[in-house]
């Protein structure tokens, strides 16, 4: 059974930085997609970014530059690196996980089964 479990939440100012981490168990990471989702009060849940086979690596536009997700295999732990933050970062941030290829495109939320609980980053301008 997989589960991830989000940390590194916050509340920082418009410019900060944040680190956010998802400790996982249960599948393989070669053959799993990972990523970072986040949910904005009123607002349906969008991919930030994913990384699938180790290695290849995908950013939403509103995050390219600013933001980037890395994998510690021996840890089994993803990370996302917030730089530059936004006001409209503003969000609950939640990991997740399925088998699935995600190297050509972020898949919707609805596509991946494995989530973890979810940490709030707010960015106060």
């Known amino acids: 059974q997989v589960q991830l479990v989000e940390s590194g939440g916050g509340s920082v100012q418009a410019g900060g930085s944040l680190r956010l981490s998802c400790a996982g168990s249960?599948?393989?990471?070669?053959?799993?997609?990972m990523g970072w989702f986040r949910q904005a009060p009123g607002k349906e849940r969008e991919g930030v970014a994913v990384?699938?086979?180790?290695?290849?690596?995908l950013y939403a536009d509103s995050v390219k530059g600013r933001f980037t997700i890395s994998q510690d295999n021996a840890k089994n732990t993803l990370y996302l690196q917030m730089n530059s933050l936004k006001p409209e970062d503003t969000a609950m941030y939640y990991c997740?996980?399925?088998?699935?290829?995600?190297?050509?495109?972020?898949?919707?939320?609805?596509?991946?089964?494995?989530w973890g609980q979810g940490t709030q980053v707010t960015v106060s301008s």
């Open positions: 997740a996980a399925d088998r699935l290829y995600c190297a050509l495109s972020i898949p919707t939320p609805a596509s991946l089964r494995y």
């Open positions: 249960g599948y393989t990471y070669m053959r799993y997609c």
């Open positions: 990384i699938y086979g180790g290695g290849t690596t």
